[in-house]
């Protein structure tokens, strides 16, 4: 009877510790317990935004006898290889020439990359050039554009034209996609 009693006095203690872990509620005697505050909070940012401003315009060039590129920088600079001439012995019209623009806007002081295409095809309705080697103005972070103090940036891009000999007469038009993502 010693033992039995030694025994049933020992389980006690952890029957009732088993009872109360499956109850699952806890049960707080009078005055142990405390509360504190928790904070939620969110900051709402303006989302990023690219606006087209100029398109990149290639101008005028003469019909070449042989292939070449003609190359506009984020600068407005031109570079003419192979039989493309344009640069000097064809008049170009007022802005006839010169860089795509880009107006960038959203959450000041934001960093944000660019994504340009790897070519794109621009075509007279029956022939096509091909436009490659998109770049853009350097950012101030290397590959990382900035947003100033207002939330804008101003982002400039040139590319290379491909000629082909002989390549048919009439005005090329085409579309390429600049996309910005925020850091």
Do not use: C
């Not at 960038?104 to 007279?124: E, H, K, Q």
Request: glycine share 12%; proline share 6%.
């Amino acid at each position: 009877m010693f033992l039995w009693k030694t025994l049933s006095v020992a389980l006690r203690p952890t029957a009732a510790a088993i009872a109360l872990l499956a109850s699952g509620q806890a049960i707080a005697g009078p005055g142990n317990t405390h509360t504190t505050t928790g904070v939620a909070d969110v900051t709402v940012v303006e989302p990023i935004g690219i606006q087209n401003v100029a398109d990149l315009r290639f101008g005028r060039i003469v019909r070449p006898t042989t292939g070449g590129t003609l190359t506009i920088s984020p600068a407005g600079a031109v570079t003419e290889t192979g039989g493309v001439t344009g640069q000097s012995s064809t008049p170009q019209a007022t802005n006839g020439r010169g860089p795509g623009a880009f107006a960038v806007f959203g959450d000041a002081n934001r960093y944000f990359l660019i994504f340009m295409p790897n070519s794109t095809t621009i075509s007279n309705g029956t022939a096509n050039m091909q436009v490659n080697q998109f770049q853009t103005n350097p950012g101030a972070f290397g590959p990382f554009h900035r947003l100033n103090n207002a939330g804008y940036a101003p982002l400039l891009v040139g590319a290379r034209l491909n000629v082909n000999a002989n390549q048919a007469v009439g005005q090329y038009t085409g579309n390429f996609n600049v996309t910005v993502l925020y850091l």
